[in-house]
């Protein structure tokens, strides 16, 4: 037993010891190092900053980007016509309303056509017996017992499915008038036009570009020749950038230099999901000289 108090008396000098060293013989940090100690501890706890990593020269802030197309238009083929043939190939350069690609027409249009007109009268009926039911619900709110909560609770959530329904309804509507549009247009002339000039990029005869995509089915895509530089502002420079606004543009391969225009400034970060710094989408023209996919260097003045 005495030999453990010895040990434990032992331990304890050294650690009293080591204290003194530590306050009394070690140099304090100036006001300035323990500051700075501070804000590193602080950044360790807290993750990153609050101020934004920004690249400035003289002349600004520096911001790069790449060169896309302002547009981009996806043509698909449709599987319940027979198709026929297509008329461009991979990087022409088309004017608007150039003829992509057609269809044979047949007596499938007009089946089709039959079918959704067909629909419209189920879909008049469901509205019919929708509004009724949603009439019939006001009617028994208002004449039930307001103190019987549960059962005033049940109607509710019923003329709220009633409602509901409804909307879904119009929409289908809605969307059978537009692809009964659309198929009558095929049966006029079974051609598909592109929406504006430019260069098709892709003629894809799988029908499918990227399956992980939005765009997978798309069979042609057509580029715009009008182009623009996206880059990713901060909230902290956000106030720096607005529409029609000058800002210089630089391409990093052949070292050209453009006084070009802000043409869109997103009101909505591009990562609200997140905690992090709010980034937010910022469009900058550019000649359409510069080849797509260049790399450019934007520089934003502080104003």
């Not at 304090?28 to 020269?57: A, F, I, L, R, Y």
């Not at 003289?58 to 996806?74: F, M, Q, R, S, W």
């Not at 529409?243 to 591009?270: F, H, L, R, W």
């Amino acid at each position: 037993m005495k030999k453990v108090l010895k040990w434990i008396g032992i331990i304890l000098g050294i650690i009293v010891v080591g204290f003194i060293a530590l306050n009394f013989l070690m140099p304090k940090p100036t006001p300035s190092e323990t500051e700075e100690m501070n804000q590193v501890m602080n950044e360790m706890m807290m993750g990153e900053t609050t101020q934004s990593d920004v690249v400035e020269t003289e002349k600004g802030i520096v911001y790069n980007g790449k060169v896309v197309p302002v547009d981009t238009y996806y043509y698909t083929k449709d599987p319940t016509l027979t198709f026929n043939q297509v008329y461009v190939k991979e990087g022409d350069i088309i004017e608007d309303k150039t003829l992509l690609f057609d269809y044979k027409i047949d007596g499938s249009i007009d089946a089709q056509i039959d079918v959704l007109e067909k629909d419209f009268l189920n879909m008049k009926q469901e509205l019919d017996d929708y509004y009724t039911r949603l009439e019939n619900i006001k009617g028994e709110i208002a004449g039930a017992n307001q103190e019987d909560k549960a059962y005033i609770n049940f109607l509710n959530v019923e003329l709220n499915n009633a409602d509901k329904k409804i909307s879904e309804i119009k929409v289908q509507w809605t969307n059978a008038e537009a692809s009964i549009e659309k198929l009558k247009k095929m049966k006029k002339d079974g051609k598909v036009v592109s929406d504006i000039g430019g260069l098709i990029y892709k003629v894809n005869e799988s029908n499918s570009i990227d399956p992980s995509s939005k765009t997978g089915s798309a069979y042609i895509v057509l580029y715009s020749t009008a182009k623009k530089v996206r880059i990713s502002v901060s909230e902290y420079e956000y106030q720096l950038v607005s529409v029609g606004q000058d800002v210089e543009v630089t391409i990093e391969s052949t070292n050209e230099n453009y006084t070009c225009k802000i043409i869109a400034v997103d009101t909505m970060p591009n990562n609200l999901e997140t905690e992090d710094t709010s980034y937010y989408n910022v469009e900058v023209e550019i000649p359409a000289e510069v080849p797509y996919g260049y790399s450019a260097i934007v520089t934003v003045p502080r104003q």
